[in-house]
């Protein structure tokens, strides 16, 4: 198993810019999550998934947008890029069990200038 | 709040037992205990998690204070490969199973 994959790994845009940052899990997980980590901080979650089509927001989630059209998939989309978003943003996903722990990817480094 | 204290940083020698603290005063009755590590440039890594009674894993130990208001997680010889930062992370659930991370304790390991 591969895991969690996150692409890309690294990204610079200009504000105004949009992207899509991809997520894809391949252990048949429920649930998905985003979480962005600002320097020297905890993780925020952003939005999150209970399953293919279902999508809620987390603590954070203005100015970005997220689908979950398959179990395996939950892209991140910025719309309108501003400063405020750079930051690392990190996917997650986990078995629907009360106690089932978070299994991370390695991130995406977004710097907007 | 749904955060939990921990210590900004700690330090221990190698091959020696660290106890890293959390407080989580606010806790509810069906809240999990999970901790996390991260390491430089890396997603976090669980650690282990609990719910009333101590747990062991082939990672750590968790030590939950019996009003369930604190506990701690032991490493029982530290290797520089431990060197990260540790969350103490409390899962609520709503419609989710959520993580509400804090800023987590730094642990350094000298050799």
């Known amino acids: 198993n591969a895991g969690v994959t996150q692409t890309p790994k690294f990204r610079i845009l200009k504000i105004g810019q949009s992207m899509t940052l991809q997520c894809t899990q391949d252990?048949?997980?429920?649930?998905m999550y985003w979480y962005r980590q600002d320097p020297g901080m905890g993780l925020k979650l952003i939005y999150y998934s209970v399953g293919a089509g279902i999508t809620d927001k987390g603590e954070v989630p203005n100015g970005y947008n997220v689908s979950r059209s398959t179990t395996e998939d939950f892209p991140l989309r910025l719309e309108l890029a501003a400063p405020s978003q750079t930051s690392v943003y990190f996917c997650?996903?986990?078995?629907?069990?009360?106690?089932?722990?978070?299994?991370f990817g390695n991130g995406t480094r977004l710097t907007v200038t | 709040d749904a955060k939990t204290t921990q210590p900004n940083s700690m330090e221990s020698n190698e091959e020696e037992p660290v106890h890293l603290p959390c407080n989580h005063s606010t806790i509810s009755g069906t809240d999990y205990i999970h901790w996390y590590r991260q390491l430089p440039s890396q997603g976090p890594e669980y650690v282990i998690h609990g719910l009333t009674s101590n747990v062991n894993n082939r990672m750590a130990s968790l030590a939950i204070a019996e009003d369930r208001k604190s506990s701690t997680l032991i490493l029982h010889r530290a290797t520089l490969r431990d060197a990260a930062v540790y969350y103490c992370i409390r899962l609520i659930i709503q419609g989710a199973q959520k993580l509400v991370f804090g800023q987590g304790t730094r642990l350094t390991i000298n050799p």
């Open positions: 997650a996903s986990s078995y629907y069990r009360v106690d089932s722990p978070l299994h």
């Open positions: 252990m048949n997980h429920n649930y």
